[in-house]
C-alpha cells in the first residue's frame, strides 16, 4: 500500500480540503505553474497488445519462422527505419496514421518497455502499470498521485475518466475522478422527463446552495452537490463541440473526439483516461496484415490519427501527449490457435506537438537464446523501465516531480522522449 | 410509515439499514432500552432471511442462468445486499459490514490466486451448501458480536486472509511480514504502540500457518466446485526460536513467547492473538471506531467515551456483544446531537433508500453498479486498511452516482409511490409532509423546504390527479434521496 493512502487512513480522519475551484482560479494557478494548457491522454490497450505485431521486427527471421500464421508480412510494414542496434523496424500496416506522426517526428516508439520478472496476470498486471509499483500493486495509482499533489482546491474535472470503472491508476487518496463513459449520459438522472426533470435540476440545485449554517458537514457534501451539478455543465460543453475532421466510428474514436472537446473548449482537464480492448489475443489473430489483430491497429490508428489532426487544428497539438501502453506483451511464438498467450515486455507508444519522436531503445532479436529474450527465449526481455517514461511524463511534461509520485528515482534511463 | 420517534429512527439508522414500513409496527412501543436488546439479542429472531429471497413482497434478485451466490461474486453481492434490505437481524448484518471493512479482503486479489469461483467461495461461501470451509463474510457473521479474541483467531486461520495478506509464503527461511504487520497495525492496537521488531517477532510466530487443498484441488475455473482450500499448520515450516515483543503477551509481564518444538508452535500464534486481543489499546483502538460506526464521523470521539468502551471490553473478556450494547444505550449515543451526525456509507445509503421508498420489483442487482460508482464495492475495499472514513465517502462523482441512483429508484417506484400518497395529498404541502414521514432526511432548513415548495409549484394548478401524483410524487423521492440531507445517518 503506498504511504500516502496508509496515512490517510490511519488518521481516520480526511485531512483534504474539499470545495469546488472556480475556473478562473484555477487558471490563475495553472498560469502561475506555466502548464496551463498541457493535457495528457492516457491510452490503455485491455488485454495485453501483440507489440511485437505493432512494431515489427520485419528482417528478423525468427520473428517468421516463430510465427508461421500470423507475422506481418515484410512487404507490408511501415517502414520506421532502424534502432539503435541497427534493427530494422516497421509499423503493422493499420498504422498508417501513426506513421504520419512519425514521419513529422512526433511520435515516440519506446520499445521493450515492461519491469523484472513481468506478471502474467491481466489484473495484476494492470495493477502494476496502474501503481507503478510492481512488489506491491494495491493501493493508490500513479496518476491519482500526481492529483494529490496538485494545489488545492482541486477542481472536479481536473482528470476525466472516459471509462465505466474507475482504473487503478487514477485511484486517488484525495480526490475521486468522475467517470464519464459516455459524456452525452452523463447527465442528471431523473424519474421525469421534460419540463418537470428541468424542475428537478432547479430544485436540487437550490437545495445545495443551502449554506446549511451550524453543520458544516452537511455543508461540505452540499458542496459535492453543487460541484457535481457544476461539472455536468462543463462535460456538455465538450459534447456540444464540432471537430474539424471526420473521426472513424466506434466507441474508441467517440471518446477521442469528446477528449478533443474537453481540450478545445478548456474544461481545464489535465488527465484523461482512456481503453480500448479486444487486446487479449489468444486465437485467430489472423495473417497476411489482416483479421482480427489488423481491426484493433486500424481503430487505434485511425482513431489517433483523426485525435492529432483535430488537435493539430485547434492549435493545440504542443500542449497534447498522449501515451499508450498494455498491461503486457505477448509470447514471441504463435500459439496452436493462431494467437499468441500472455508475454513480457511491450512497446510504449508517446505522441503529440512537444514529443521527440523515434525509435528508443532496441528491439529484441527473437531467435532463441539471445539475451534480448527471457522465460526460456519465450519472451521479450524488458530494456526500459516503463516508470522511467512516467518519470518523464511527470517531469518534463506535466510539471511536478516524479520521485515522491513513483516512490523512487526512475528519471536515469529514460526515453529522451521530450 | 418509515418512523417511528427521532429516538428509534436514530438508532436504526446506526444499528440497522433505516425504518422500513415493516419496522414501525415492531418498534412503536418499545423503549430504547428494549429497542436495543431486540437489535442486539437478534438469536429470538429467525435467520431465515435467504429462503425468503424470490418470494413475493421482496426486493428481486436477478440471476443470470443460476443463482450461485456461493461461488459467484456479483451473486454473492446480491444475496448480502438483499439481507441487509431484509433480514429479521439488521445489527448483524451491520456488524458484518463492520468487520468486512475492519479485516478488508478483496475479492480480486483472491480471484488472481486462485480463480474467480474459489475465490467467491472463500469470501461468501455458506457453510453446508458445498464442501470446504464457510467463507469470510459468513465468519464474520458468525462472530457478528461474538468474542473478537476468537474472530482474530478465525480470521488469523481464514483461507481468505491467508492469501490477502500472503499467509502462503510465510516460511521459516522468509519470514512474509505482511500479515504479521496489519494484525498488529490495522486489526488490533494500531500505530504508535509497536516497534518494527515486533513485526518481525509477529511474522515468526505465525510460520507455518498456511492452506492446503482438498484432493481434488485445482487453481483454476474449471475445477470441482466442492473442493476447497483449508487452513493448516505446517509444522516444518514454523520457526521455532524465541519471539520477543515490545509489550507484554503473558499476564505476568512476560513478553517473550519461549522456544516450543514444531508440533506445538501453533500455540505461538494463540498467545500473541491473545495478548493482542487482550492489549488496553485494542479495546481503545475498537472504541474508536466503533465511535465513528455507529456515534458520529463529524464529532472526534470524547475520550471519556473511548475509555468507558475499552474498559466494558476488557472486563468482558473480549466480547462484543456487551460492547455493542453499552454503546448504543450510553449517553454519547442517545445525544440528540449525533443525529444525523454521519456519513453514510454507499451500502447504508442505498439500503436505506431502499427501505424507505420501496423494493417493488426492484432487483438489488440494480444496485451493485451505482455502488461501485459511490465508492464502496462490496467485497472489494481498495486496500487491507478498508474503506477511507466519513467525509472522503463524497466527492462530485460519488455525489453523482448517489444522486442519479436516487432517480434510478425513485422511477422504479413510481406508480407504488403515487398509489400510497392518492389519499394523503389533497395539496402540495401535503404531498410533501407525507413523503416526508415515508423518506426521512436530516432536518430541513427552509431554503430546501422552499425548493421543494417550488418543485411542487410548477407543476401548475394543483389536480392530485394520477399524472400529476406520477410525476411529483416520484420526482420528490429523487429530490429527498438524492439531498445532501439524505446522505447523513
Same mark, same amino acid.
Given at each position: 500500500? @503506498?504511504?500516502?493512502?496508509?496515512?490517510?487512513?490511519?488518521?481516520?480522519?480526511?485531512?483534504?480540503?474539499?470545495?469546488?475551484?472556480?475556473?478562473?482560479?484555477?487558471?490563475?494557478?495553472?498560469?502561475?505553474?506555466?502548464?496551463?494548457?498541457?493535457?495528457?491522454?492516457?491510452?490503455?490497450?485491455?488485454?495485453?497488445?501483440?507489440?511485437?505485431?505493432?512494431?515489427? &521486427?520485419?528482417?528478423?527471421?525468427?520473428?517468421?519462422?516463430?510465427?508461421?500464421?500470423?507475422?506481418?508480412?515484410?512487404?507490408?510494414?511501415?517502414?520506421?527505419?532502424?534502432?539503435?542496434?541497427?534493427?530494422?523496424?516497421?509499423?503493422?500496416?493499420?498504422?498508417?496514421?501513426?506513421?504520419?506522426?512519425?514521419?513529422?517526428?512526433?511520435?515516440?516508439?519506446?520499445?521493450?518497455?515492461?519491469?523484472?520478472?513481468?506478471?502474467?496476470?491481466?489484473?495484476?498486471?494492470?495493477?502494476?502499470?496502474?501503481?507503478?509499483?510492481? %512488489?506491491?500493486?494495491?493501493?493508490?495509482?500513479?496518476?491519482?498521485?500526481?492529483?494529490?499533489?496538485?494545489?488545492?482546491?482541486?477542481?472536479?474535472?481536473?482528470?476525466?475518466?472516459?471509462?465505466?470503472?474507475?482504473?487503478?491508476?487514477?485511484?486517488?487518496? !484525495?480526490?475521486?475522478?468522475?467517470?464519464?463513459?459516455?459524456?452525452?449520459?452523463?447527465?442528471?438522472?431523473?424519474?421525469?422527463?421534460?419540463?418537470?426533470?428541468?424542475?428537478?435540476?432547479?430544485?436540487?440545485?437550490?437545495?445545495?446552495?443551502?449554506?446549511?449554517?451550524?453543520?458544516?458537514?452537511?455543508?461540505?457534501?452540499?458542496?459535492?452537490?453543487?460541484?457535481?451539478?457544476?461539472?455536468?455543465?462543463?462535460?456538455?460543453?465538450? !459534447?456540444?463541440?464540432?471537430?474539424?475532421?471526420?473521426?472513424?466510428?466506434?466507441?474508441?474514436?467517440?471518446?477521442?473526439?469528446?477528449?478533443?472537446?474537453?481540450?478545445?473548449?478548456?474544461?481545464?482537464?489535465?488527465?484523461?483516461?482512456?481503453?480500448?480492448?479486444?487486446?487479449?489475443?489468444?486465437?485467430?489473430?489472423?495473417?497476411?496484415?489482416?483479421?482480427?489483430?489488423?481491426?484493433?491497429?486500424?481503430?487505434?490508428?485511425?482513431?489517433?490519427?483523426?485525435?492529432?489532426?483535430?488537435?493539430?487544428?485547434?492549435?493545440?497539438?504542443?500542449?497534447?501527449?498522449?501515451?499508450?501502453?498494455?498491461?503486457?506483451?505477448?509470447?514471441?511464438?504463435?500459439?496452436?490457435?493462431?494467437?499468441?498467450?500472455?508475454?513480457?515486455?511491450?512497446?510504449?507508444?508517446?505522441?503529440?506537438?512537444?514529443?521527440?519522436?523515434?525509435?528508443?531503445?532496441?528491439?529484441?532479436?527473437?531467435?532463441?537464446?539471445?539475451?534480448?529474450?527471457?522465460?526460456?527465449?519465450?519472451?521479450?526481455?524488458?530494456?526500459?523501465?516503463?516508470?522511467?517514461?512516467?518519470?518523464?511524463?511527470?517531469?518534463?511534461?506535466?510539471? +511536478?516531480?516524479?520521485?515522491?509520485?513513483?516512490?523512487?528515482?526512475?528519471?536515469?534511463?529514460?526515453?529522451?522522449?521530450? | 410509515?418509515? !418512523?417511528?420517534?427521532?429516538?428509534?429512527?436514530?438508532?436504526?439508522?446506526?444499528?440497522?439499514?433505516?425504518?422500513?414500513?415493516?419496522?414501525?409496527?415492531?418498534?412503536?412501543?418499545?423503549?430504547?432500552?428494549?429497542?436495543?436488546?431486540?437489535?442486539?439479542?437478534?438469536?429470538?429472531?429467525?435467520?431465515?432471511?435467504?429462503?425468503?429471497?424470490?418470494?413475493?413482497?421482496?426486493?428481486?434478485?436477478?440471476?443470470?442462468?443460476?443463482?450461485?451466490?456461493?461461488?459467484?461474486?456479483?451473486?454473492?453481492?446480491?444475496?448480502?445486499?438483499?439481507?441487509?434490505?431484509?433480514?429479521?437481524?439488521?445489527?448483524?448484518?451491520?456488524?458484518?459490514?463492520?468487520?468486512?471493512?475492519?479485516?478488508?479482503?478483496?475479492?480480486?486479489?483472491?480471484?488472481? @490466486?486462485?480463480?474467480?469461483?474459489?475465490?467467491?467461495?472463500?469470501?461468501?461461501?455458506?457453510?453446508?451448501?458445498?464442501?470446504?470451509?464457510?467463507?469470510?463474510?459468513?465468519?464474520?457473521?458468525?462472530?457478528?458480536?461474538?468474542?473478537?479474541?476468537?474472530?482474530?483467531?478465525?480470521?488469523?486461520?481464514?483461507?481468505?486472509?491467508?492469501?490477502?495478506?500472503?499467509? %502462503?509464503?510465510?516460511?521459516?527461511?522468509?519470514?512474509?511480514?505482511?500479515?504479521?504487520?496489519?494484525?498488529?497495525?490495522?486489526?488490533?492496537?494500531?500505530?504508535?504502540?509497536?516497534?518494527?521488531?515486533?513485526?518481525?517477532?509477529?511474522?515468526?510466530?505465525?510460520?507455518?500457518?498456511?492452506?492446503?487443498?482438498?484432493?481434488?484441488?485445482?487453481?483454476?475455473?474449471?475445477?470441482?466446485?466442492?473442493?476447497?482450500?483449508?487452513?493448516?499448520?505446517?509444522?516444518?515450516?514454523?520457526?521455532?526460536?524465541?519471539?520477543?515483543?515490545?509489550?507484554?503477551?503473558?499476564?505476568?509481564?512476560?513478553?517473550?513467547?519461549?522456544?516450543?518444538?514444531?508440533?506445538?508452535?501453533?500455540?505461538?500464534?494463540?498467545?500473541?492473538?491473545?495478548?493482542?486481543?487482550?492489549?488496553?489499546?485494542?479495546?481503545?483502538?475498537?472504541?474508536?471506531?466503533?465511535? &465513528?460506526?455507529?456515534?458520529?464521523?463529524?464529532?472526534?470521539?470524547?475520550?471519556?467515551?473511548?475509555?468507558?468502551?475499552?474498559?466494558?471490553?476488557?472486563?468482558?473478556?473480549?466480547?462484543?456483544?456487551?460492547?455493542?450494547?453499552?454503546?448504543?444505550?450510553?449517553?454519547?449515543?442517545?445525544?440528540?446531537?449525533?443525529?444525523?451526525?454521519?456519513?453514510?456509507?454507499?451500502?447504508?445509503?442505498?439500503?436505506?433508500?431502499?427501505?424507505?421508498?420501496?423494493?417493488?420489483?426492484?432487483?438489488? @442487482?440494480?444496485?451493485?453498479?451505482?455502488?461501485?460508482?459511490?465508492? %464502496?464495492?462490496?467485497?472489494?475495499?481498495?486496500? +487491507?486498511?478498508?474503506?477511507?472514513?466519513?467525509?472522503?465517502?463524497?466527492?462530485?462523482?460519488?455525489?453523482?452516482?448517489?444522486?442519479?441512483?436516487?432517480?434510478?429508484?425513485?422511477?422504479?417506484?413510481?406508480?407504488?409511490?403515487?398509489?400510497?400518497? !392518492?389519499?394523503?395529498?389533497?395539496?402540495?404541502?401535503?404531498?410533501?409532509?407525507?413523503?416526508?414521514?415515508?423518506?426521512?432526511?436530516?432536518?430541513?432548513?427552509?431554503?430546501?423546504?422552499?425548493?421543494?415548495?417550488?418543485?411542487?409549484?410548477?407543476?401548475?394548478?394543483?389536480?392530485?390527479?394520477?399524472?400529476?401524483?406520477?410525476?411529483?410524487?416520484?420526482?420528490?423521492?429523487?429530490?429527498?434521496?438524492?439531498?445532501?440531507?439524505?446522505?447523513?445517518?
Amino acid at each position: 500500500m @503506498d504511504l500516502s493512502r496508509r496515512l490517510f487512513i490511519r488518521n481516520g480522519v480526511a485531512t483534504v480540503t474539499f470545495g469546488i475551484a472556480a475556473p478562473s482560479f484555477l487558471t490563475a494557478i495553472a498560469d502561475a505553474q506555466g502548464i496551463r494548457t498541457r493535457n495528457l491522454v492516457v491510452v490503455y490497450l485491455g488485454g495485453g497488445n501483440d507489440a511485437l505485431n505493432t512494431l515489427i &521486427s520485419y528482417r528478423d527471421a525468427a520473428y517468421y519462422s516463430r510465427r508461421p500464421s500470423i507475422a506481418v508480412p515484410a512487404g507490408q510494414v511501415l517502414q520506421v527505419g532502424s534502432d539503435a542496434a541497427g534493427q530494422a523496424m516497421g509499423l503493422h500496416p493499420r498504422l498508417g496514421g501513426l506513421l504520419n506522426i512519425f514521419n513529422e517526428g512526433r511520435l515516440a516508439l519506446v520499445q521493450r518497455a515492461g519491469y523484472a520478472n513481468s506478471s502474467r496476470s491481466h489484473f495484476e498486471a494492470g495493477d502494476i502499470w496502474g501503481t507503478a509499483n510492481p %512488489q506491491q500493486s494495491t493501493g493508490s495509482g500513479w496518476l491519482g498521485r500526481y492529483l494529490d499533489v496538485l494545489p488545492r482546491p482541486l477542481d472536479a474535472l481536473a482528470a476525466w475518466n472516459t471509462t465505466a470503472e474507475t482504473p487503478r491508476a487514477l485511484i486517488s487518496g !484525495t480526490s475521486g475522478v468522475p467517470a464519464i463513459p459516455n459524456a452525452s449520459t452523463y447527465t442528471y438522472a431523473s424519474p421525469n422527463r421534460g419540463a418537470a426533470a428541468t424542475q428537478e435540476r432547479t430544485a436540487a440545485q437550490t437545495m445545495a446552495s443551502n449554506p446549511a449554517s451550524g453543520r458544516p458537514h452537511l455543508a461540505f457534501v452540499n458542496s459535492t452537490a453543487l460541484g457535481a451539478i457544476a461539472t455536468l455543465d462543463r462535460v456538455a460543453l465538450a !459534447t456540444s463541440y464540432t471537430p474539424t475532421v471526420a473521426y472513424p466510428n466506434g466507441g474508441f474514436a467517440d471518446a477521442l473526439q469528446t477528449v478533443a472537446g474537453a481540450m478545445v473548449r478548456g474544461i481545464g482537464s489535465r488527465v484523461f483516461w482512456l481503453q480500448t480492448g479486444g487486446y487479449d489475443t489468444h486465437a485467430g489473430q489472423g495473417g497476411g496484415g489482416g483479421g482480427d489483430y489488423a481491426n484493433l491497429m486500424g481503430t487505434l490508428g485511425d482513431g489517433l490519427w483523426a485525435f492529432y489532426s483535430d488537435v493539430r487544428n485547434q492549435g493545440l497539438a504542443g500542449d497534447t501527449t498522449v501515451v499508450v501502453f498494455s498491461e503486457f506483451g505477448r509470447r514471441i511464438s504463435e500459439n496452436g490457435s493462431a494467437g499468441t498467450d500472455h508475454g513480457a515486455a511491450g512497446v510504449m507508444m508517446v505522441l503529440g506537438g512537444s514529443v521527440r519522436g523515434g525509435l528508443h531503445g532496441t528491439a529484441a532479436s527473437l531467435a532463441p537464446g539471445h539475451p534480448t529474450l527471457e522465460n526460456n527465449s519465450g519472451d521479450v526481455r524488458y530494456e526500459t523501465d516503463f516508470r522511467s517514461v512516467y518519470a518523464s511524463l511527470l517531469d518534463q511534461w506535466l510539471g +511536478v516531480s516524479s520521485v515522491p509520485i513513483l516512490g523512487g528515482d526512475f528519471r536515469a534511463g529514460a526515453p529522451a522522449i521530450f | 410509515m418509515a !418512523t417511528v420517534n427521532p429516538e428509534i429512527d436514530h438508532l436504526l439508522r446506526r444499528a440497522g439499514f433505516g425504518v422500513s414500513a415493516n419496522d414501525v409496527d415492531i418498534y412503536r412501543d418499545m423503549s430504547h432500552t428494549r429497542a436495543v436488546d431486540y437489535l442486539v439479542d437478534y438469536e429470538g429472531r429467525p435467520d431465515d432471511v435467504d429462503e425468503r429471497m424470490g418470494r413475493p413482497d421482496h426486493a428481486l434478485i436477478a440471476t443470470k442462468d443460476l443463482f450461485a451466490p456461493d461461488i459467484d461474486i456479483d451473486d454473492a453481492r446480491q444475496r448480502w445486499l438483499f439481507r441487509m434490505i431484509h433480514s429479521r437481524r439488521p445489527l448483524q448484518e451491520k456488524m458484518t459490514m463492520f468487520w468486512h471493512n475492519h479485516f478488508a479482503t478483496a475479492y480480486s486479489k483472491l480471484a488472481v @490466486d486462485s480463480g474467480e469461483r474459489q475465490a467467491a467461495k472463500m469470501l461468501a461461501h455458506k457453510a453446508g451448501t458445498l464442501r470446504g470451509p464457510q467463507g469470510q463474510i459468513e465468519l464474520f457473521r458468525q462472530y457478528a458480536l461474538g468474542n473478537f479474541r476468537d474472530l482474530l483467531i478465525q480470521v488469523a486461520q481464514d483461507p481468505a486472509m491467508v492469501i490477502w495478506l500472503d499467509g %502462503q509464503s510465510n516460511t521459516k527461511a522468509k519470514p512474509q511480514e505482511n500479515f504479521g504487520r496489519e494484525i498488529i497495525e490495522l486489526f488490533t492496537i494500531g500505530v504508535d504502540n509497536y516497534v518494527e521488531s515486533d513485526v518481525y517477532a509477529a511474522a515468526r510466530v505465525f510460520t507455518g500457518w498456511n492452506l492446503r487443498g482438498s484432493d481434488d484441488y485445482r487453481k483454476d475455473e474449471y475445477g470441482d466446485l466442492n473442493a476447497y482450500q483449508e487452513f493448516v499448520y505446517n509444522a516444518g515450516q514454523h520457526d521455532t526460536g524465541d519471539k520477543t515483543f515490545s509489550f507484554p503477551v503473558y499476564s505476568n509481564g512476560g513478553r517473550t513467547i519461549a522456544s516450543r518444538s514444531e508440533s506445538a508452535g501453533i500455540q505461538d500464534g494463540i498467545d500473541l492473538i491473545t495478548a493482542l486481543a487482550t492489549h488496553p489499546e485494542t479495546g481503545r483502538r475498537l472504541a474508536r471506531k466503533f465511535w &465513528s460506526f455507529f456515534i458520529s464521523d463529524v464529532h472526534a470521539p470524547d475520550p471519556a467515551f473511548v475509555e468507558s468502551v475499552a474498559t466494558v471490553y476488557l472486563q468482558g473478556r473480549t466480547e462484543i456483544r456487551p460492547v455493542i450494547r453499552h454503546i448504543l444505550n450510553s449517553p454519547w449515543f442517545t445525544n440528540p446531537e449525533m443525529q444525523f451526525a454521519r456519513y453514510s456509507w454507499p451500502a447504508e445509503y442505498v439500503i436505506r433508500s431502499i427501505r424507505e421508498v420501496g423494493w417493488q420489483n426492484f432487483s438489488v @442487482d440494480k444496485v451493485r453498479s451505482p455502488m461501485a460508482a459511490m465508492g %464502496q464495492q462490496l467485497y472489494e475495499p481498495p486496500n +487491507v486498511g478498508g474503506w477511507p472514513p466519513g467525509a472522503a465517502w463524497f466527492s462530485t462523482g460519488t455525489m453523482l452516482a448517489r444522486t442519479n441512483f436516487a432517480a434510478t429508484l425513485a422511477a422504479s417506484q413510481k406508480p407504488f409511490l403515487a398509489a400510497t400518497v !392518492t389519499p394523503l395529498a389533497g395539496t402540495p404541502q401535503e404531498l410533501l409532509d407525507a413523503m416526508l414521514v415515508r423518506v426521512t432526511p436530516a432536518p430541513l432548513d427552509l431554503l430546501p423546504r422552499q425548493a421543494l415548495m417550488s418543485y411542487l409549484a410548477a407543476a401548475g394548478s394543483w389536480t392530485g390527479d394520477g399524472e400529476q401524483l406520477n410525476t411529483r410524487a416520484a420526482g420528490l423521492a429523487r429530490l429527498l434521496i438524492g439531498s445532501a440531507e439524505y446522505q447523513l445517518v
